[in-house]
C-alpha cells in the first residue's frame, strides 16, 4: 500500500522474450497491489535484462513524513533439474509528505466580551516541528480550511487577512 502504478509505464529491455503484463487491483494505493510480468518459458538472449516502470506515492495516511516505505520484487522458476527456485530484492523509498498542525486563538479588548464587543480570532496552519519525527517540510496539496463562527457572532466584511506564501483565499 502507499504506491500507484502509473498505467502503460512498465518497459521490459530488449534481450528476453516477449512477456505477459498484468496487475491485481487496486492499484491505486489503498492497498498492495500487485504487478506480474509472465514470460513463460522465456528466451534470454542478453543477460542481464531489465524491467522498469513508474509508481507514484499515494496520498494515503501511511504515507507521513519519513515513513521509509518497502517494495520488493521476486522472481520465482523453474531450473533444468525441474526445481522451483525463488529470488527476492527489494527497494526502499523514504516518503516525505507533510505533517500539519493548526491552532485556534480567540483575542477581545474586553476581558469578558458583551453584544457588540469584537473578537479576533487567529487561526494559524504551521509543519509540525515539535513532533518524534524529523520536522515536517514537504508541500502540503489540496489544502482546505473550514472554520465555522459561533451562532452568535457575525464575520466582519474586510477583516479576514491571509499571511505567508503562494497562498489563495476565498
Known sequence: AGFIYVAGSQ???????AA???TTVPVD????GKLTWDFGSAVISASP???KYDA???NVAGNQNYTVMANTATLSYTNI????QSLTSSATSTITEPILTVGKTAAS???????GDEITYTVTIAHDTNGTLPDSTATAYNVNLNDVLPIYADLQIGTVSVFGTDR???
Not at 518497459?11 to 522474450?17: E, I, M
Not at 479588548?109 to 453584544?115: G, K, Q, T
Open 11 to 17: 518497459v521490459v529491455s530488449a534481450g528476453v522474450s
Open 56 to 58: 507514484i506515492v499515494a
Open 49 to 51: 535484462f531489465t524491467i
Open 29 to 32: 494505493g489503498s492497498a498492495s
Open 20 to 22: 505477459t503484463f498484468s
Open 168 to 170: 489563495k483565499s476565498t
Open 81 to 84: 533439474a525441474s526445481l522451483p
Open 109 to 115: 479588548v474586553a476581558v469578558n466580551p458583551v453584544a
